[in-house]
């Protein structure tokens, strides 16, 4: 199972809207689940879920994020961009052979 | 409140084996599945398979077959990761985390690195 595919790196200044793309296949993305996951982590820490079932925000986890999916492709908007922001961004899906892909990451710069 | 807490960092000579421990506290530990993911220095997250707590039955993703054994005692709500012959692209961070479908609580990551 190949990992999904992110942009390498992103960047925004505060106050802008920014997107990041997590593109996969037919056994993943473009399967039948709408299981999609998109976690946050700052460096030397563990991720946290920030997006569930592609676009369900848990508790405590701030309107500004947002999470869509169409086709074989799932992504992340922040928007209202904060210097909190800045961390990585890793999305992760289920599979037809019943298993869990993540994305390669994606880290976002605010300026 | 929910915590998992794993055991601190090793430092192993290839070959060897090593043996991270998750303690869970503050659910019902054969409620959720118990995932590992690993990640190494600088890269993605990847995620190595999962092991049912009620059952004890472990799946394994590709490529970590083999010489990586999930296990549980469910006498102290602890799940392990054994990897066996070790080598050294094997240096990464290892997490527990706790799933429903989201990884909702994660360890703190055991450091594991693997140099002669």
């Known amino acids: 199972q190949s990992a999904l595919t992110q942009p390498a790196s992103v960047s925004g200044s505060p106050g802008q809207s920014i997107t990041i793309s997590c593109t996969g296949g037919g056994s993943d993305l473009g399967g039948p689940y709408h299981y999609v996951y998109w976690y946050q982590q700052y460096p030397g820490k563990a991720p946290k879920v920030i997006l569930y079932?592609?676009?369900k925000r848990p508790s405590g986890v701030s309107n500004r994020f947002s999470g869509s999916k169409s086709g074989g492709t799932a992504s992340l908007t922040i928007s209202g961009l904060q210097a909190e922001d800045e961390a990585e961004y890793h999305c992760k899906a289920y599979t037809t052979n019943m298993t869990w892909v993540f994305g390669g990451g994606t880290k976002l710069t605010v300026l | 409140q929910v915590q998992l807490v794993q055991s601190g960092s090793e430092l192993k000579k290839p070959g060897a084996s090593v043996k991270v421990s998750c303690k869970a506290s503050?659910?019902?530990?054969?409620?959720?599945?118990m995932n590992w993911v690993r990640q190494a220095p600088g890269q993605g997250l990847e995620w190595m398979g999962w092991?049912?707590?009620?059952?004890?039955?472990?799946t394994y993703a590709q490529g970590f077959t083999g010489r990586f054994v999930f296990s549980l005692d469910t006498s102290v709500s602890t799940a392990y990761l054994e990897i066996s012959g070790l080598k050294t692209e094997d240096t990464a961070v290892y997490y527990c985390a706790r799933s429903w479908g989201a990884f909702d609580y994660w360890g703190q990551g055991a450091l594991v690195t693997v140099s002669s």
């Open positions: 079932e592609v676009d």
């Open positions: 503050g659910y019902s530990f054969t409620t959720y599945a």
């Open positions: 092991i049912n707590t009620n059952y004890g039955n472990p």
